[in-house]
T-cell receptor, first 114, second 112 residues
Framework: SAVISQKPSRDICQRGTSLTIQCQVD?????MFWYRQQPGQSLTLIAT?????????ESGFVIDKFPISRPNLTFSTLTVSNMSPEDSSIYLC???????????FGPGTRLTVL | QKEVEQNSGPLSVPEGAIASLNCTYS??????FFWYRQYSGKSPELIMS????GDKEDGRFTAQLNKASQYVSLLIRDSQPSDSATYLC????????????FGGGTRVLVKP
């Protein structure tokens, strides 16, 4: 399977600021996703990152709060904008192949908002 | 709203015993089913996938699928302390969907 890296691995931010998380894959992948895992909770899909077009957001998530870029088939970014303490979570990217549901996860970014 | 349900646990299992984890799902169109293992502070790791009714074995792990009952399970044989983790059930959306819906996870504790 592909090797997935995320930067930063963790960060502590002040409320009202924004953080951009990077996801890099060592091979081209057709599908990339962004998830949030709140403390003690399971994974919630934020959006599907689409190469060359706007991301597809799930209910409850909006582009103004979580802008996503995917300039090519190996890289994507997720920005958490105007952060509040409620945004403190682990943010995970995952990758897959179109037509196959299997997903593999990156190591995650642990975000704490003060 | 598509749902995936798991008992949160903890499921306490003596070392060497069989751990049995269960998962039910609401989307009758789902065709792909996955079990992920997540250690504390780590990201989910895929351990099993199953697509057809019946059993699928991989080492000490056996996944069981019953689409008629909308039920998927995971058996861990000869449980080891290193199996102590949260196990997440994931189900794809629709017949050919790439998106996954995750259950809340079952925490497993294997006691020496």
């Amino acid at each position: 399977s592909a090797v997935i890296s995320q930067k930063p691995s963790r960060d502590i931010c002040q409320r009202g600021t924004s953080l951009t998380i990077q996801c890099q894959v060592d091979s081209q992948v057709t599908m990339m996703f962004w998830y949030r895992q709140q403390p003690g909770q399971s994974l919630t899909l934020i959006a599907t990152a689409n190469q060359g077009s706007e991301a597809t957001y799930e209910s409850g998530f909006v582009i103004d709060k979580f802008p996503i870029s995917r300039p090519n088939l190996t890289f994507s970014t997720l920005t958490v904008s105007n952060m509040s303490p409620e945004d403190s979570s682990i943010y995970l990217c995952s990758v897959g192949t179109s037509g196959i549901a299997t997903q593999y996860f990156g190591p995650g970014t642990r975000l704490t908002v003060l | 709203q598509k749902e995936v349900e798991q008992n949160s646990g903890p499921l306490s299992v003596p070392e060497g015993a069989i751990a049995s984890l269960n998962c039910t799902y609401s989307d009758r169109g789902s065709q792909s089913f996955f079990w992920y293992r997540q250690y504390s502070g780590k990201s989910p790791e895929l351990i099993m996938s199953i697509y057809s009714n019946g059993d699928k074995e991989d080492g000490r792990f056996t996944a069981q699928l019953n689409k008629a009952s909308q039920y998927v399970s995971l058996l861990i044989r000869d449980s080891q302390p290193s199996d102590s983790a949260t196990y997440l059930c994931a189900v794809n959306e629709g017949a050919a969907g790439n998106k996954l819906t995750f259950g809340g996870g079952t925490r497993v504790l294997v006691k020496p």
